[in-house]
Nanobody, 127 residues
């Protein structure tokens, strides 16, 4: 069973960049699709981006398209979310999640169904 720990969050000014990392332990990431999700205060958790286990297929939510890039380095057991041109509305707790039980065809940005989660990390975009 994989354990996930996020890092790289913090305070950034509007227009700035951050790279979030999701480090895995207990297992390699070779067989896991990875998803990044976020939850702003008072809002439901939403999907940001997902990447497949092996062939780097990616899918982005509307809020992330053109600004965020998801990647995964199986040799380092780490996934990343590069976030550029950050906006105040990107302020949220960001979570990474992993799934080895569904095929890519069945995986999506819905948080339900992702079995493994990190504890989350806060990203604050403010001047």
């Amino acid at each position: 069973q994989v354990q996930l720990v996020e890092s790289g969050g913090g305070l950034v000014q509007p227009g700035g960049s951050l790279r979030l990392s999701c480090a895995a332990s207990g297992s390699t990431l070779d067989d896991y699709a990875i998803g990044w999700f976020r939850q702003a205060p008072g809002k439901e958790r939403e999907g940001v981006a997902i990447i497949s286990a092996r062939d780097n297929s990616r899918f982005y939510g509307d809020s992330a398209k053109g600004r965020f890039t998801i990647s995964k380095d199986n040799t380092k057991k780490t996934a990343y979310l590069q976030m550029n041109d950050l906006r105040p509305e990107d302020t949220a707790v960001y979570y990474c999640a992993a799934d080895d039980s569904r095929s890519w065809f069945h995986i999506n940005l819905n948080p339900a169904g992702w079995p493994y989660w990190g504890k989350g990390i806060l990203v604050t975009v403010s001047s």
